[in-house]
Structures are given as structure tokens and as C-alpha cells.
């Protein structure tokens, strides 16, 4: 794979550590505008030619004319200069009104990739907006976010008591992120709830271990969780796909391998995206040499990845289970399994979150994360806003969790089982 591509990044929404802001910017701007000008009298000024790209009806020399009033007349003089210097990087990708292109200030940048390394400090929740709403995408298993009850779909309304009515992404996460120990409270409101309530959340370090295994027969040897499945079946939950992820998944499933499994459970759900080479290794167990997902550029022309790894569970028969926190590189995992028909994709309709976001660094440590493509399936299906759909559309209600119930992992058995 190459370089560029361990740089692209699927996920839907960032963590609340860091999340993802609704900051963006234009590719090049830092470096012009700390080069290009000089400092006179206090002033900024811009020695750089205007950029032969820029059409007729764009005059850049604008720029520095507003850039200079604001510096000589605004009321406060002691605004740094870097604040207005990033705000003016920020503006330029906000004005796609693109939530996934954003602008990554040093420090905020820093914690990204903190994130994808698989350890942060937050309330352990991914956050994203649909329909303009902020919502709760996926709530990461045993961390606070998860202790407290919020489920993928709960809409936040307010964040210690500041509506939510407006709100850029970026605003949210910076209020909602914040040191262990510490508290936030949210008011949400779930689907079925006839009222909003109120979450007071305590912040916590955050550690992804982004693979669950358990291998589940009469005796539950080798299992590593509480609940046994019957009819040796091999339990894999992908809870994300970070950097530690391929580490983790390799030495899972040489376990599963020797142990001869009945079938495969893929769990999915609530996995909100990570990297795409290990979401296109994760397929390529079940889809070897096969193209697992097309990406489609801005001039319309497609680029195909394919699995180029031995498919170590071609022949077993597989239930991939996906709900509507299940975004991005969960969708493409699901996406490729269902076109080539090697598992039954089980659960609910997933996030729609299919564009492409390549990550480009600065040397002043800031960052700027760019839509550059989208998504489709081996069959040219479009993921962004679609979403992938399930063979078998199974619900699991905010009652089904009160009560410990999972009536998609209890359909995911009962096909393995026939």
C-alpha cells in the first residue's frame, strides 16, 4: 500500500478526546501566509504573487486588506496573531460545509493522532452530526460514555447546560473533552424516550483495545468474556481500527484458526472507522486478491483496493453484525462482505459515512484533514449518506440493553446454528 494511504483515515467522527472538528483549510495556505509577508509597524503584509490558480473573480489581495483593518482597528489590539492567522486557515475549508474536512490546530492535532494510537482521556464517546443534530455515534465499551447508558443515536441537547441548537462540532467537542476525573453533563434524548435527560459523565483515560475474542463451546475455555455462545462459534468484536488494531486481530485469529471453528460472529457495531489499510486487511480474511473497496476521486475516476493476504476464513460461515454507530471502515468491511456474499450482514441500516479524508501535515505540527474522495463497494454501491443495509434487519432497543439483551447476536447464532 502506498505511503499516502497509511495517511488516509475512515473515521466517522473523532473520539471526544479529540474528535472531529468542524475546523478546515486550504492545502498550502500556512506555509504562504508565515512566508509570504512581512512585519511593518505591527502589520501583516503579503509578498507573495497572487496564486496563478485563482480565477478572475477572486482578488487575494482582499485578504490582506481585511487582514491588515482588523489588525489596525479592531477594539482589542492585543489578539495574537496566530489566533487570527488560524481562524483564517479554518474559514477557508469551513466554507465547504464539509464535516469531516477540518483544520487541526497543533495541539488539537497532536491529540488526533493520540487518538488513533488507542489512548486518550475523555468520556470515551464518538460524536457527529446528523441532520445538523449532534449525536451520539458510538459509545466505546467500559469506558464512562458506555457506564452512563449512551447509546449510538442519542442526540445531545445540551453540554452543561449550552444548547447544542447551531453548534459547530469542533465547539462541542472542546466543551465535552477534557482531564480525568473531572465531570460533564449532557442532556440527550433517545429514540422511544418520551423526555430528554440529563447524564453527568466523569472523564476518564480512554484505552482502545480495538479486538474482543471469544471462542465459545461447552467448557468456555479460552474465552475471554463472561457470556458463552453456544455451537463452538468464534466471537470477533472490532471495536475500532487503530493503529493496534492488524497487532491484535493477527494474534486473535491464528487462535480462532487452530481451534476449528463452526462459524464467525464479525461484530461491528458501534466501530466508527480508524485506518483503511487495516480495514481493507480486516476483509481481506474472507475476500483474498478481491477488490474490497473503490475509491472515487473528484475527476471521476475510481482507484480499487484489493486484499493481497492469504484469507484465512474463506469457507466459514460468517454473520457480520452492524447497527447505526457501525461507520467508515465498518462500512467498507461490511460493504465488501455482503457484495461478495461470503457473510450474512445482520443488525440495523449503518452511518453512511463514505468519504475519503487525507491527512496532511505542517511543519508547525498543525494539520489539515481534506475530503478527497468517496467510498463505493466492490459493486459500485455508494456508502456516503446510504449506508450499508442489513440482510437481516434486526433492532435492539434501548430496552433490550436496560435488560442485557441482544437480540441481533441471538439471530446472528440461530443462522450459524442451521
Not at 449510538?152 to 476525573?181: C, F, M, W, Y
Not at 480508524?274 to 477488490?291: H, M, N, P, R, S
Not at 473497496?293 to 480499487?304: H, I
Request: hydrophobic fraction near 40%; include cysteine.
Amino acid at each position: 500500500m502506498s505511503n499516502r494511504f497509511t495517511k488516509v483515515y475512515l473515521a466517522v467522527t473523532a473520539a471526544l478526546c479529540l474528535a472531529i472538528f468542524s475546523f478546515a483549510l486550504g492545502a498550502g495556505f500556512t506555509q504562504q501566509s508565515n512566508q509570504g509577508g512581512d512585519q511593518t509597524g505591527g502589520t501583516v503584509r503579503n509578498t507573495q504573487e497572487v496564486p496563478a490558480y485563482l480565477t478572475e473573480d477572486v482578488d487575494f489581495n482582499q485578504f490582506w486588506q481585511v487582514w491588515n483593518y482588523v489588525k489596525e482597528n479592531y477594539v482589542d489590539p492585543g489578539v495574537p496573531e496566530t489566533k487570527l492567522f488560524y481562524g483564517a486557515l479554518a474559514g477557508i475549508v469551513a466554507s465547504l460545509d464539509d464535516p469531516y474536512s477540518v483544520f487541526l490546530q497543533p495541539e488539537i492535532s497532536e491529540k488526533f493522532a493520540e487518538e488513533l494510537s488507542g489512548s486518550f482521556q475523555g468520556i470515551g464517546a464518538e460524536i457527529g452530526m446528523k441532520q445538523n443534530q449532534l449525536v451520539i455515534i458510538a459509545p466505546l465499551p467500559g469506558t464512562p460514555a458506555d457506564r452512563v447508558g449512551l447509546k449510538a443515536g442519542d442526540a445531545i441537547l445540551t453540554i452543561d447546560g449550552q444548547s447544542t441548537v447551531g453548534i459547530a462540532l469542533d465547539h462541542a467537542v472542546n466543551i465535552i473533552r477534557g482531564p480525568k476525573d473531572t465531570e460533564v453533563k449532557l442532556t440527550v434524548f433517545s429514540d422511544g424516550d418520551e423526555e430528554p435527560r440529563d447524564v453527568t459523565i466523569v472523564r476518564d483515560n480512554i484505552e482502545i483495545d480495538s479486538v474482543k475474542f471469544v471462542r465459545n463451546d461447552a467448557t468456555g475455555e479460552d474465552s475471554q468474556e463472561d457470556v458463552l455462545l453456544d455451537g463452538n462459534i468464534a466471537y470477533l468484536g472490532l471495536l475500532y481500527f487503530n493503529e493496534n488494531t492488524l497487532a491484535d486481530w493477527n494474534q486473535t485469529v491464528q487462535r480462532i484458526i487452530t481451534q476449528n471453528p463452526k462459524g464467525i460472529i464479525l461484530d461491528l457495531r458501534n466501530n466508527p472507522g480508524g485506518f483503511l489499510g487495516t480495514a481493507i486487511e480486516v476483509a481481506g480474511e474472507w475476500v483474498d486478491g478481491k477488490t474490497v473497496v473503490k475509491e472515487q476521486l473528484r475527476d471521476g475516476s475510481k482507484v480499487e483496493h484489493q486484499a493481497n493476504r492469504q484469507a484465512r476464513f474463506a469457507g466459514i460461515p460468517t454473520v457480520a453484525l452492524v447497527n447505526g454507530g457501525s461507520a467508515s471502515g465498518a462500512e467498507i468491511v461490511a460493504g465488501a462482505l455482503q457484495d461478495y456474499s461470503v457473510a450474512t450482514i445482520v443488525g440495523q441500516t449503518t452511518f453512511g459515512k463514505g468519504s475519503v479524508q487525507d491527512l496532511k501535515e505542517f511543519p508547525d505540527g498543525s494539520s489539515v484533514k481534506l475530503t478527497i474522495a468517496e467510498w463505493l463497494t466492490p459493486n459500485d454501491r455508494n456508502i456516503n449518506q446510504e449506508g450499508i443495509k442489513p440482510d437481516v434487519e434486526v433492532e435492539r432497543t434501548r430496552e433490550d440493553y436496560d435488560n442485557d439483551r441482544d437480540p441481533q447476536m441471538d439471530k446472528a447464532l440461530e443462522i450459524l446454528k442451521q
